[in-house]
Each structure stands twice: as C-alpha cells, then as structure tokens.
C-alpha cells in the first residue's frame, strides 16, 4: 500500500473564506479521495494561518484581541469545509501553542546553529496585505500588484534567511538533483516561473518582524525583541501537524510517503523556495511535489469589492439547498488544473440543468422507473460492446487521475459515459421494446451508471452515493467510508456479480427556482 501525504495552504482567518478557498480546498479533497479509492493509505491536512500584522490590526479595529479574533473566524472555515464535504484527517491552527509551537521553535533552533539565519537592520517596502517585504521588481509602478497599495517603508532589525547564498542550490533543485532529491512542481509551466525568479537573483528574506511593530506571533528562541514571521510560522504547519522535533513524531507521513502540497500560484515561489531551503538547513527531506492551481474570477474579472463580483461561498449553497456537489462539480469541471478559471452564475446553471439534472439525473430517473415496471433481475451481458470500452475508459481514467487532470477526466470519461447512455436510450428505445431484449437494454445502461457513479465519487461523493443506493449496488453504503477501494473488480464489466435487482428511483437533482 502508498502512503500519501496531501496538504493545502493553511487560510489567513482575518476574514470570512472566500471562493479561492473553495477552489483549492476542493481540487485537494477530489485528489485525497481519489487516492485512497485507489487503495492509498492516505493522510489529507488543512488548517488556518493565525498570526501576523494583518490580525493584529483587523483584531484592533474590531476591539478585540487577536486571540479573539481568530477563534471566531476559524469557525467560519471549519464550518464551511464541513458543509462542502471536504474529507481532511487533521485540522491544523498556527495559534496552537501546545501543538504548533514546538516544532516551529525547534525548526527555527536548527536553523540558527546551521547559520542559515542572521540578524541585520534592514529598510524595506512591507506590504500588509501579502505579509511581505517586497524589492522594487516586485511592484508595478510603485504598488503591490495584488492589492494595488503602496507598501509601507519600514526600518527594522530582523533576523534573515540568507537565500542568496543558496541561489545556485535551489536552481539545482528544480532542475537536477540536490543531495540526491528533487522538488515536482505542477504544472510544469510553474516550474520555468520560479526558475526565472532564481535566474534573476535571490535576495535574502525577513524572517522576524520586532515586538514593536508585532506582537501576535511565536517568540523568536532566545531573543525577546524579536517575533517570529511568517515563513517558519506558517510554512512549518506541514510537519508540526505530525508532531515533527517533539517527542510524538509522526514520520512515516513525510518520510515513508509521497508528500504533495496543494498551493495557488500566488504563493509557489515561497514553497519552491523558501520552504526546500528550510527543511534542508533543518535536514530534513524535501517535499515531493508541488500541485500549483490558478485564481478564480467572477463573469471574467477579478473578483473585487468594489467591482460588486465577489462570488460568497454560502450563497452558491443555499441556492442548492445547501448540496455542496454542484459547486464541487462546476469547480472540478470547469478549471484545468493550473489554469486561472471563471466562476459565471449562467454558465453554472447551464451546467447544472444540461449535465447533472438533464443528462444524469434524467437517465437514472429513466431507466429505474422503466425496470421498476419490469420487476425483473438484471441481465447484463458480456457480448456488449461497452464490455470492451469500459475497460480503456477506466485506464485512461486512472492515469488522468493520477496526473491530477482532473477537469479532463471528468469530461472524458462520467461526463462522456453519461453522453453514451443517453444516446443508447434515444437508439435503443427501450420503452418500444419487451421481454428480455428490453431488460438487457436497461440492464447495460443501469451498468454504465454503475461505472458512472464510481468514477464521480471523488468529485461528488453524495451525489455518486445516492446513484449507487438508487441502482442498489450491494456495495452502496460503503461508498461513504474513507476505507472504501474500487477494486478492480468493481472496475470491470458486470463486475458486480451479486448485484441483481435495483432500487427506489428518486430525483437526483431538483430544478432551479
């Protein structure tokens, strides 16, 4: 059995969670669950990023402390994960002291005795919103690009990683061997993206801010005037979830696994960089991959405020009655992996209405009130033609899966296979025909939905749940479980043998008001 290690960003709670948080939540809980249906023993974790001046001062206009600040947005995120149906094993905030704190300290302890770390004044241009220093190439005419603000000129005395010592190093890292490892970044197209930033010279980065400009923040060891930054904040949240440098280590999870982080492209430079950097001064083994996914917009803009085109997470639920499968599907469907995609409120009710509740739901519907009439035992033969197809569209299936080309795989292979039904019914027209030729007919098309449901549960696992219950597959209940494979069995034609009668058929998805 692999053992599969998958995180995401860790989401800055000085605000409600927004659609971005969604989109990358959803692409890691598709590939979580994709990979223990595979037969992965699979580890998947999130968490919240608590710290820094962005809290501090969201906390003071608010009258609050920080404290009190982020335990009550936390429950906002951890909430809505629930209700999107996000199947993560660890739940990971920065702000715990019992069991974030001493990993982050000892990783900082190991840090300063490899001399990776030195503290000098520094003036520089600090964005609030990116929680970031930034040099001139980074602003465009003067602003942050992302949040079109002037930064701040600030003077301080920080601690420092020294990266453009290691410039050369990190360069080899993602093009050839470092100490016998390499860092995966997809896509590839990211890849030539941070190695031009290298091309163009690595500066050294903060690594503290001081007390008197920050106070929320994890005390730099042995040096009360200091707070520690973000980098070995934040960025170490990937292994004090399993207890790294304390005395209850989890290592099997980074050692003994494949250890993939699910990150937007905003943030790839600090993990392909920073972060390796980190964990080899610390050695420490370098993560596998780096899956970089897109930013989402709103009808083709940046979704803005001030635009009026933010796109809330809790209204697309509650215009689905709360079902979090159709915002999953639209998400999963619509955004190739890596690629900026559009959230449309009229393309995602065409969606909805041509493909889940047209085709889908209207096929299912279809064919068990037709074999509802029948009263009769299924009868799937393995002279169909499909008996040959379902097997290439299985392995094609697979491998996409397994390239984390999700949107492909949905469309090639459910979204196709459900085209395929519809055209077999419309061919076939069963409800002309009786006896046994009419129950074969039905009973390849019940099998395809068989096919159908299995391939969809990683993307809309209560949706394929329901079509299983409905076909009454004797493995339906199952299908819930994070101990549930497809076996290769489940995966061949009429390869569910003890499988013989159907269901009740219900709507699957109802209309749009």
Same mark, same amino acid.
């Given at each position: 059995?692999?053992?599969?290690?998958?995180?995401?960003a860790i989401d800055y709670p000085n605000a409600a969670p927004h659609m971005g948080h969604v989109l990358e939540k959803v692409l890691a809980d598709v590939i979580a669950r994709w990979f223990r249906l595979r037969g992965d023993d699979v580890r998947f974790q999130i968490g919240t990023d608590e710290h820094g001046i962005k809290i501090q001062r969201t906390a003071e206009k608010e009258g609050m402390t920080p404290r009190e600040l982020v335990d009550r947005n936390v429950l906002l995120f951890t909430d809505l994960y629930e209700r999107l149906n996000i199947s993560h094993d660890k739940f990971v905030r920065t702000s715990d002291e019992k069991e974030h704190y001493p990993t982050v300290t000892e990783l900082w302890k190991r840090l300063e005795k490899s001399?990776?770390?030195?503290?000098? /004044?520094?003036?520089?241009? $600090?964005?609030s919103g990116c929680e970031r220093f930034m040099g001139k190439?980074?602003?465009?005419?003067?602003?942050? #690009?992302n949040h079109q603000v002037e930064p701040e000129e600030v003077t301080e005395e920080n601690w420092f990683l020294k990266m453009s010592e290691y410039t050369k190093d990190l360069g080899d890292l993602l093009t050839k061997e470092w100490d016998k490892e390499q860092y995966r970044i997809v896509p590839s197209f990211r890849e030539k993206e941070t190695l031009s930033l290298i091309e163009q010279g690595l500066e050294d980065v903060s690594f503290s801010r001081s007390v008197s /400009?920050?106070?929320?923040?994890? #005390?730099? #060891?042995?040096d009360s005037d200091q707070v520690m930054y973000v980098w070995c904040d934040a960025l170490t949240n990937y292994i004090s979830g399993l207890g790294f440098l304390t005395d209850h280590e989890e290592r099997e999870w980074w050692d003994d696994a494949k250890v993939t982080h699910v990150i937007g492209k905003d943030i790839a430079r600090f993990h392909a960089l920073i972060w390796p950097l980190m964990l080899k001064k610390a050695d420490i083994r370098i993560p596998d991959e780096l899956l970089i996914h897109g930013f989402l917009t709103s009808e083709g803009e940046k979704m803005s405020k001030s635009l009026g085109n933010v796109v809330v997470p809790d209204d697309v639920l509650k215009k689905f009655d709360g079902n979090p499968d159709p915002l999953r599907?639209?998400?999963s469907h619509e955004v190739p992996v890596g690629r900026d995609g559009d959230? /449309?409120?009229?393309?995602?009710?065409?969606? $909805?209405? /041509?493909?889940?509740?047209n085709k889908l739901g209207n096929l299912l519907n279809r064919v068990l009130v037709l074999l509802k009439k029948e009263d009769c035992e299924l009868i799937i033969s393995d002279s169909d033609p499909l008996s040959s197809e379902i097997v290439n569209h299985w392995d094609s299936y697979l491998n996409q899966m397994d390239s984390f080309e999700v949107s492909t795989s949905i469309t090639n292979h459910p979204v196709a296979l459900v085209e395929d039904g519809n055209l077999r019914m419309d061919e076939k027209k069963p409800w002309t025909l009786s006896g046994e030729e009419k129950i074969e007919v039905l009973s390849a098309i019940a099998e395809m939905l068989r096919h159908i449901s299995l391939m969809l549960l990683p993307i809309v696992p209560d949706t394929a749940y329901r079509i299983s219950r409905q076909l009454n597959v004797p493995y339906a209940k199952e299908m819930l479980s994070k101990d549930f494979v497809i076996t290769q069995e489940m995966k061949?034609?009429?390869g569910c043998k003890d499988w013989t009668k159907i269901g009740e058929p219900e709507i699957l998805f109802a209309p749009l008001e």
């Amino acid at each position: 059995m692999n053992r599969r290690y998958i995180t995401t960003a860790i989401d800055y709670p000085n605000a409600a969670p927004h659609m971005g948080h969604v989109l990358e939540k959803v692409l890691a809980d598709v590939i979580a669950r994709w990979f223990r249906l595979r037969g992965d023993d699979v580890r998947f974790q999130i968490g919240t990023d608590e710290h820094g001046i962005k809290i501090q001062r969201t906390a003071e206009k608010e009258g609050m402390t920080p404290r009190e600040l982020v335990d009550r947005n936390v429950l906002l995120f951890t909430d809505l994960y629930e209700r999107l149906n996000i199947s993560h094993d660890k739940f990971v905030r920065t702000s715990d002291e019992k069991e974030h704190y001493p990993t982050v300290t000892e990783l900082w302890k190991r840090l300063e005795k490899s001399g990776a770390l030195e503290k000098r /004044s520094y003036t520089g241009f $600090y964005c609030s919103g990116c929680e970031r220093f930034m040099g001139k190439r980074d602003l465009v005419e003067g602003k942050c #690009p992302n949040h079109q603000v002037e930064p701040e000129e600030v003077t301080e005395e920080n601690w420092f990683l020294k990266m453009s010592e290691y410039t050369k190093d990190l360069g080899d890292l993602l093009t050839k061997e470092w100490d016998k490892e390499q860092y995966r970044i997809v896509p590839s197209f990211r890849e030539k993206e941070t190695l031009s930033l290298i091309e163009q010279g690595l500066e050294d980065v903060s690594f503290s801010r001081s007390v008197s /400009s920050l106070q929320w923040g994890i #005390p730099v #060891p042995n040096d009360s005037d200091q707070v520690m930054y973000v980098w070995c904040d934040a960025l170490t949240n990937y292994i004090s979830g399993l207890g790294f440098l304390t005395d209850h280590e989890e290592r099997e999870w980074w050692d003994d696994a494949k250890v993939t982080h699910v990150i937007g492209k905003d943030i790839a430079r600090f993990h392909a960089l920073i972060w390796p950097l980190m964990l080899k001064k610390a050695d420490i083994r370098i993560p596998d991959e780096l899956l970089i996914h897109g930013f989402l917009t709103s009808e083709g803009e940046k979704m803005s405020k001030s635009l009026g085109n933010v796109v809330v997470p809790d209204d697309v639920l509650k215009k689905f009655d709360g079902n979090p499968d159709p915002l999953r599907f639209y998400l999963s469907h619509e955004v190739p992996v890596g690629r900026d995609g559009d959230f /449309s409120w009229e393309r995602f009710t065409k969606l $909805y209405d /041509s493909i889940l509740r047209n085709k889908l739901g209207n096929l299912l519907n279809r064919v068990l009130v037709l074999l509802k009439k029948e009263d009769c035992e299924l009868i799937i033969s393995d002279s169909d033609p499909l008996s040959s197809e379902i097997v290439n569209h299985w392995d094609s299936y697979l491998n996409q899966m397994d390239s984390f080309e999700v949107s492909t795989s949905i469309t090639n292979h459910p979204v196709a296979l459900v085209e395929d039904g519809n055209l077999r019914m419309d061919e076939k027209k069963p409800w002309t025909l009786s006896g046994e030729e009419k129950i074969e007919v039905l009973s390849a098309i019940a099998e395809m939905l068989r096919h159908i449901s299995l391939m969809l549960l990683p993307i809309v696992p209560d949706t394929a749940y329901r079509i299983s219950r409905q076909l009454n597959v004797p493995y339906a209940k199952e299908m819930l479980s994070k101990d549930f494979v497809i076996t290769q069995e489940m995966k061949e034609w009429g390869g569910c043998k003890d499988w013989t009668k159907i269901g009740e058929p219900e709507i699957l998805f109802a209309p749009l008001e």
